[in-house]
């Protein structure tokens, strides 16, 4: 992947001198993605997060693309899709890293790539179904944080859809998000397919605020914005996992982006407040509200720094408070705190993705090869660990931050990372908690190259249905060689050579000396 260029873009035989001449609007490079997004759209019909009773595909003479020869043949036409897409985005990383090319385009190529998704099934995940049962909960007065959906006695599309792990599972989201859902259904009722369309045109209210807030962020922190896009709107994190899953962590980046940009031009009010809104939506949110103290500190006048701390401190706890409880309200119709405990629903959970969780799996598997034991305490006992770890470098972090500015940003953005990876359960859209925020930051070449490979990464481990590959290890050496390839072709086009070999010289010239070629 990434290994050819646009018509209008020179063949110099070298990186660097192929990218001294600006690029023209990259067209082939987003029709590229584009075609490879509208690939995922027609697969996922018989490969995605398909619905038990589908009255488009159901029963009809297309049925077959979900059975046999004709679901591996929607499977391949998928991965195809998914290469075409992440192929575009590598050659649009390189051109943006060059300078070749500005911010329009790669907003342009997201907004092409997400466009056929709009009206896809759920891909690689299957939480949007989620989502509606748990609104459907709400607008028929069950309570979505002590019930799963299984107890609803109505609309059986949405509650036969619902992954049987959550059909008796409380709710982990925040209530204004259940309200945002329990909207949605009140709308679309027990159509799924309009309630998925929907839910997305909703989230998109959210990629809105964040591509509002990315260029005031740049200008703040240093980076630039064509690069930032490219790493928060345009990857297939983004593209595939946020919008085309659809998850409400779309939602919830739009309020902390929004929040952080207000913090960074001294709106401390205004931020805190704005974050305390996401984390209505998605409790994650609440990881960057203690940096957001040191920098309404850092703003205060007064010789006394500790004196200005409290100050601070004391003013967001006064602000969030009230927006806490009036939220709350509001989209529960009482003071139901019962998320708190919907919040251990998610660390069910248990695969070597999350790296304590993997890391108690090896010692169990070792362990098991001499005595027949429980995975369980192994899991749990590593978990406990982690969690200590988590909390330490959190204030670590939150210390170095007490400059404020820029550095609580970066300090915020590290820890919300490190809650991804650390906290039970680590799924892939979880990364972009931080990514997105430190995308404005200047980045090098390679890590940036990193980022390509954790992208790749993470969105293929999980099937297009939403179920984990994690333990398929033929299926995951694949990913890993295919993620390496992506991040090497940011560095270098064809890094191994495999377009080249395929290009063949004309038979004339098949046996001419080199410098004879040359020269004709």
């Not at 090896?362 to 660990?385: D, E």
């Not at 086009?493 to 010239?509: C, I, Q, S, T, Y």
Request: proline share 7%.
């Amino acid at each position: 992947m990434a290994t050819t260029t646009d018509d209008a873009q020179p063949n110099t035989g070298t990186l660097d001198r192929q990218f001294l001449t600006p690029a023209r609007f990259p067209y082939r490079t987003i029709a590229m993605g584009t075609v490879g997004s509208a690939l995922l759209m027609l697969a996922a019909l018989g490969a995605g997060g398909i619905l038990i009773r589908d009255p488009v595909l159901g029963h009809g003479p297309l049925s077959w693309v979900r059975y046999g020869h004709g679901r591996a043949l929607a499977n391949a036409l998928l991965y195809s899709g998914f290469g075409l897409v992440v192929w575009a985005w590598v050659r649009l990383g390189r051109y943006a890293l060059a300078g070749r090319i500005g911010s329009k385009p790669i907003l342009i190529a997201a907004l092409c790539w997400m466009a056929p998704l709009i009206v896809s099934p759920p891909l690689f995940t299957r939480d949007v179904f989620s989502y509606l049962g748990q609104g459907a909960q709400l607008l028929y007065g069950l309570d979505p944080y002590a019930n799963g959906p299984a107890e609803l006695p109505v609309l059986p599309n949405v509650v036969q859809n619902v992954h049987p792990l959550w059909q008796t599972t409380p709710a982990p989201y925040g209530p204004l998000f259940l309200l945002i859902s329990k909207g949605i259904v009140a709308i679309t009722q027990d159509h799924m397919i309009a309630g998925v369309i929907l839910t997305r045109v909703v989230l998109l209210v959210g990629l809105g605020m964040t591509l509002w807030a990315l260029p005031r962020l740049v200008k703040h922190l240093g980076g630039k914005l064509p690069v930032a896009l490219w790493v928060a709107v345009a990857s297939p994190m983004m593209v595939i996992h946020l919008f085309g899953g659809p998850h409400n962590d779309l939602m919830m980046l739009g309020f902390l982006t929004i929040g952080m940009l207000a913090a960074l031009e001294r709106k401390h009010v205004v931020a805190v407040v704005l974050v305390t809104i996401g984390m209505l939506i998605k409790p994650t949110a609440a990881v960057a509200l203690p940096f957001m103290v040191w920098m309404w500190a850092a703003d205060m006048k007064g010789p006394s720094k500790t004196k200005n701390f409290f100050k601070a401190g004391a003013a967001s706890v006064g602000l969030f408070l009230p927006v806490f409880v009036v939220g709350t309200w509001l989209s529960l119709g009482s003071l139901n705190l019962g998320w708190w405990s919907g919040l251990k629903a998610p660390q069910l959970i248990t695969n070597w993705l999350n790296f304590p969780s993997g890391i108690g799996e090896a010692v169990y598997n070792l362990v098991h090869i001499i005595a027949n034991v429980q995975p369980s305490p192994f899991v749990t006992v590593a978990r406990a660990i982690a969690m200590v770890g988590l909390v330490v470098f959190g204030v670590r972090q939150w210390w170095l931050a007490r400059g404020g500015g820029k550095e609580a940003v970066y300090r915020a953005a590290i820890t919300l990372l490190a809650v991804a990876i650390l906290m039970p359960p680590t799924l892939p859209w979880y990364l972009t908690w931080g990514f997105v925020l430190i995308s404005v930051f200047p980045w090098e070449r390679r890590n940036l190259s990193a980022i390509v490979a954790i992208s790749v990464f993470v969105t293929l481990v999980y099937y297009p249905t939403g179920e984990q590959a994690l333990y398929d290890w033929w299926f995951i050496a694949i990913v890993v060689v295919v993620s390496l390839y992506a991040a090497a072709s940011l560095l270098r086009p064809d890094p191994l050579g495999l377009v080249a070999a395929w290009r063949k010289k004309p038979k004339d010239e098949e046996f001419l000396p080199e410098t004879s070629a040359k020269s004709s």
